[in-house]
């Protein structure tokens, strides 16, 4: 599904130019589930970006279904974030001034779906994810991990080919986090999704069936879960941070 290759990102000017990714490359299969981690300053949340058409790359290529994302104009551009990403934040990103099926069914509506059809399709989503029962409040009726369901629920609601989190438990608190994560491994399971995360916590990762590890910008090490339970994937996931050196607390 994703193709990254050979990516270069550049920040400041000829005087002062830092290199936030160094020659990344790889694919993304669809219906994988993978986490990507590193200390800050590794170029995870610049990856993440750059995938997400949030920034552009300096070089190299992001195909997506083999289209490269970087040549779309610009009215495409915003067609292809609507239509095929979908994006789930630490902080929600939900809209105050709509409520929870407004906010689940607003990439639908902006692009001109039935109104019918809009409501049958939040409905569905917000069933499974077991908050039918919050559609008609706002967000500030809500708690933190009925916001995130609710995140999750819009990224998914016009059938996105590709689901990008950035720090998606880091608002939450422990049971929150696992409840959030239960319902992504649901969304990717059951519901076919993929799923690319960006997360600083060991834990969230070990609910992933691949890990990149981020150091200064390359790729430092690759851990694919296979058949091993999530516990002992978990502690294969700490060993490699422990060889990654730098300071830990920023990386746990």
């Known amino acids: 599904m994703l193709e990254v290759k050979n990516i270069e990102k550049y920040y400041g000017n000829k005087n002062n130019v830092t290199k936030a990714l160094d020659r990344i ?26 995938i997400s058409t949030i920034d ?6 992001i195909l997506l279904d083999g289209e490269n994302i970087d040549k779309l104009p610009a ?3 915003a067609r292809f974030r609507r239509e095929r990403l979908g994006f789930v934040f630490q902080d929600f990103n939900l809209l105050d001034t709509l409520n929870i099926e407004e906010n689940i069914g607003l ?36 708690s ?31 049971k929150a986090s696992k409840n959030l994560l239960e ?36 790729i430092f090490n690759e851990l694919l879960r296979g058949g091993r339970s999530r516990s002992v994937f978990y502690h294969e996931i700490l060993d490699i941070l422990a060889l990654l050196g730098g300071d830990i607390s920023d990386v746990f």
Request: aromatic residues 4%.
């Open 183 to 218: 319902i992504m491994t649901h969304i990717n399971q059951d519901m076919h999704a993929t799923i690319l995360m960006v997360t600083h916590d060991a834990y969230s990762a070990g609910y992933a069936k691949r890990v990149l590890f981020l150091k200064d910008g390359r």
């Open 75 to 77: 009215g495409e551009l």
């Open 144 to 174: 933190g991990g009925q916001k995130q369901r609710a995140a999750c629920a819009r990224a998914m609601a016009a059938g996105q080919s590709l689901l990008l989190a950035d720090e998606p438990t880091g608002a939450l608190d422990s």
């Open 25 to 50: 490359s790889f694919d993304v299969a669809d219906g994988e589930f993978i986490a990507i981690m590193g200390a800050s300053g590794s170029g995870k949340t610049t990856l993440l970006n750059c």
């Open 107 to 142: 990439a639908l509506a902006l692009n001109h779906a039935d109104p019918r059809l809009v409501k049958d399709k939040v409905e569905q989503i917000a069933e499974k994810l077991e908050i039918s029962d919050i559609l008609e409040k706002f967000p500030s009726q809500i």
């Open 56 to 61: 552009a790359v300096s070089a190299g290529e």
